[in-house]
């Protein structure tokens, strides 16, 4: 798409490319994984009560292959997150993150027995509503880079 060719108008959701929607879905779903994976190893730490002295703690955790399963996941966040940001907006595409909240609250709720209570639910519902909100607004209001030849 030439700059000339770019839209200036409000583009309906269908107008986002799948590509966008699945990068933005694979991040939200890969946050998951790594909020659940931080908070158990913290809670495994906490239950082997190691002393406060920082290199035990950094040892201790570079002995955990649950911590290189979670730096792992953050490498391939972190691709799928640059790559996202090269097809949308920054305020596009960031606000759409906040899904992970709704999804790490149901985790934590089922998996470590947090209590979800009255006004986390309508905090969620807020955040639903705001993602709603974006997603109904251009993936991109700014013309993509143009490559040097």
């Keep these: ?37 931080w908070k158990a190893l913290i809670l495994k730490f906490g239950a082997a009560s190691h002393g406060v002295d920082p290199l035990s703690i950094v040892h201790w955790f570079l002995q955990q292959p649950r911590f290189w399963a979670l730096i792992g996941c953050f490498l391939v966040q972190f691709v799928n997150w640059m790559w996202v940001l090269s097809n949308a907006d920054l305020s596009f595409a960031q606000p759409f993150t906040a899904l992970s909240y709704v999804a790490v609250s149901g985790c934590a709720a089922f998996y470590f027995h ?36």
């Design 114 to 149: 947090e209590h979800v209570g009255p006004l986390r639910i309508v905090g969620i519902c807020l955040v639903l509503i705001g993602v709603i909100f974006v997603a109904s607004s251009p993936h991109r209001t700014t013309p993509p880079p143009q490559e040097e030849v």
């Design 1 to 37: 798409m030439t700059p000339s060719s770019f839209p200036t108008t409000l583009a309906q959701p269908s107008g986002t490319p799948a590509k966008v929607w699945l990068g933005l879905l694979f991040a939200v779903l890969l946050d998951g994984p790594c909020q659940l994976m």
